[in-house]
């Protein structure tokens, strides 16, 4: 007894008339009258009476279709979602992002892939960078939003940049620098910085490290925070002043002053990463979705 047995049964009890039964599965009368006598003598029993007008479905004949109706939607159930698992439109998705990200552009991905693809079940861990690379290479995330450059070799990771922003300096409401509408590098030497340890974000840390050395000083750490809404709410509290990157200043809140720095600086990238081997059919179409969506520049 295969599949084929139980569509055939099913068919001649939908149709009660062996030739639009045949008609239905494609197939020619004869064959399929072979296909019922078959399964009846394996069975045992008659499953539908035949005469030479009508077809009748015998009471083994009910036990055995609503039964066959039951297997044949399971399989049928199991090849669309094997399908659709394959095409990522089912499943999973372990996103890792920095803080951020919250802001700019990851509800606009989020939303759009939500629309996209409802079925896949999504969860979100704010991390900085370097933790989410660790977790990219044990497959305990499938993709993270993530500030590059990473430092040593990351070939076994994919960067697809889907935002570039300037870095802004951040400064409690009262600082001496909050009223003006774009501040000198330089304004912010001798100031205590609140920043995240550089090894949790290397590529983010350099760069403000850079930009700092260029205006004539190296920033004086006098508070450490992991996360974006922590430097900004340190900063609120007094304890220094910050440079982030300016999609924070998306998110205003009055005890602090996001402030242009001048020269423009330059750009800072937030990327999607992913295994290069052993991606999911669901974090490609994150990926490709989210590139599609900001367009991001390449150079």
Same mark, same amino acid.
């Given at each position: ?70 297997? &044949?939607?399971? #399989?049928?159930?199991?090849?669309? *979602?094997?399908?659709?698992?394959? %095409?990522?439109?089912?499943? $999973? /998705? =372990? ?71 300037? &870095?802004?300096? #951040?400064?409690?409401?009262?600082? *001496?620098?909050?009223?003006?509408? %774009?501040?000198?590098?330089? $304004? /912010? =030497? ?74 423009? #600086? ?17 974090? =490609? ?15």
């Amino acid at each position: 007894m295969d599949l084929k047995h139980l569509r055939a049964a099913v068919a001649v009890a939908d149709h009660l008339h062996f030739g639009r039964a045949a008609a239905a599965l494609g197939t020619a009368q004869p064959p399929l009258s072979q296909t019922v006598k078959a399964l009846e003598a394996e069975l045992g029993v008659s499953l539908f009476h035949r005469d030479t007008r009508n077809v009748h479905v015998t009471r083994a004949g009910e036990a055995f279709v609503a039964d066959a109706r039951a297997v &044949l939607s399971m #399989v049928d159930g199991a090849a669309r *979602r094997a399908r659709a698992m394959g %095409r990522g439109e089912e499943g $999973s /998705l =372990a996103i890792g992002m920095v803080g951020s990200s919250v802001l700019h552009p990851l509800p606009m991905i989020i939303r759009e892939f939500r629309a996209r693809y409802p079925a896949v079940t999504l969860s979100f861990t704010v991390l900085p960078t370097m933790s989410q690379v660790e977790l990219l290479r044990t497959a305990a995330l499938d993709v993270g939003l993530l500030r590059p450059p990473l430092p040593g070799p990351a070939d076994d990771l994919e960067l697809v940049p889907v935002s570039r922003e300037p &870095l802004v300096a #951040v400064v409690p409401n009262d600082h *001496r620098l909050a009223r003006r509408r %774009r501040v000198q590098v330089r $304004s /912010l =030497a001798g100031e205590p910085f609140v920043l995240f340890p550089r090894h949790l974000g290397p590529g983010l840390y350099d760069e403000i490290a850079a930009l700092c050395r260029r205006g004539g000083f190296t920033p004086e750490v006098a508070q450490e925070a992991v996360q974006l809404p922590t430097i900004v709410g340190l900063v609120a509290a007094g304890c220094g002043v910050s440079i982030v990157p300016g999609s924070a200043a998306a998110q205003a809140r009055p005890e602090v002053a996001f402030l242009p720095l001048s020269p423009t #600086v330059r750009l800072v990238d937030l990327a999607i990463a992913l295994p290069v081997a052993g991606r999911s059919p669901v974090a =490609a179409n994150f990926t490709a979705l989210a590139r599609d969506l900001t367009r991001a520049p390449r150079g």
